[in-house]
């Protein structure tokens, strides 16, 4: 089974109903039912506000535009890019150091300039521009934001304090040789990399663990969970 499978999978269930249904849900349940006692008034008076200021200012559809659909829709899509390309999911078995760098990957957007001055090459520069302003910055914002790109190196030092400046650690330890890590630090560069490099692993796969039935998550062992 080739990668278009995967790509097509992911495709179908980013506009899926029952996808935004079943996360909505969650997203509810975890908010309003299953949390805290403290968590779940502070989202009552959270909401109520909201729903009488706009009431009272008559702004329900720029609401629903502007706030509603993107932290909805667009963020559970956003959700599920981030998820899909976190890890390599299914693909490295074991435990230990050498499954922990294995199964992470670092996530960077951007791409090399061209190799050539602007003079020689304006179209390819101007191409380029375009593809990081309207492509990777907004991957960089919206879905591998914040600390993600070096998530692989949480995943090797979970307990650092300076988790904000993570990427500045990682660049360390790779210059340094990735002391006491039997692997040295995989990147992609790219969102779709990212996934594809995802999807290249479960497309080698065998046929059985390609297409599971249904996933218990509840019952994967601790092991296989990063």
């Not at 329900?60 to 706030?67: C, E, H, I, M, R």
């Amino acid at each position: 089974m080739n990668t278009k499978f995967y790509w097509r999978k992911l495709r179908t269930t980013a506009i899926s109903p029952c996808f935004h249904g079943l996360f909505l849900r969650n997203r509810f349940l975890s908010n309003f039912v299953t949390s805290p006692l403290y968590r779940r008034a502070m989202a009552i008076i959270w909401v109520s506000v909201v729903v009488v200021v706009v009431t009272l200012t008559h702004t329900w559809f720029a609401f629903l535009v502007a706030w509603v659909f993107p932290l909805t829709i667009l963020y559970q899509i956003s959700a599920l890019l981030q998820f899909t390309s976190e890890h390599r999911w299914l693909v490295v078995p074991g435990v230990g150091k050498p499954a922990i760098a294995r199964k992470s990957l670092g996530r960077f957007m951007g791409e090399a300039p061209p190799d050539a001055p602007f003079s020689e090459q304006p179209r390819e520069w101007l191409l380029w521009l375009l593809r990081m302003v309207g492509y990777h910055l907004p991957a960089r914002i919206a879905v591998i934001s914040g600390e993600l790109p070096e998530h692989d190196w949480h995943h090797r030092h979970p307990n650092h304090k300076d988790w904000a400046n993570g990427v500045y650690h990682r660049q360390r330890d790779i210059e340094a040789g990735c002391p006491n890590w039997p692997e040295e630090y995989t990147e992609v560069w790219g969102l779709f990399n990212a996934v594809d490099c995802v999807f290249e692993g479960l497309s080698q796969m065998p046929r059985a663990a390609e297409e599971p039935k249904a996933i218990d998550m509840n019952a994967i062992a601790p092991a296989n969970r990063i």
